[in-house]
């Protein structure tokens, strides 16, 4: 209950939809590799393009996760809590950013 009137909870849940829906495509374009590799396929080198990519996509991630511990920080000691936040705007929040990364 305590959660659900928390804007820096749904702001971090927001926050691991999103590095969890930008993780897809680097996994898909390596678990593709890695069965046509095991299948005995020989394949070209990944283009610039995809590398640069890819590489754009983890480096992205791998920030990202700096603010997951600030938010629970923040979430632990209260900071912004408002006592009537409207937990469907929370809601909200979470599912476009879930939806919208995720394509």
Do not use: H, Q
Request: some cysteine.
């Amino acid at each position: 209950d305590f959660y659900k009137n928390e804007p820096i909870f749904w702001v971090k849940m927001s926050s691991v939809a999103v590095l969890g829906a930008l993780s897809f495509f680097p996994a898909i374009v390596f678990f593709r590799r890695d069965m046509a590799r095991k299948e005995g396929v020989t394949l070209p080198p990944l283009s610039d393009a995809l590398v640069e990519r890819c590489t754009t996509i983890i480096n992205a991630e791998i920030s990202g996760l700096i603010f997951i511990p600030l938010f629970a920080s923040l979430m632990a000691r209260g900071v912004f809590y408002v006592n009537d936040f409207p937990w469907a705007i929370g809601v909200a929040l979470y599912a476009v950013c879930l939806g919208g990364a995720g394509f």
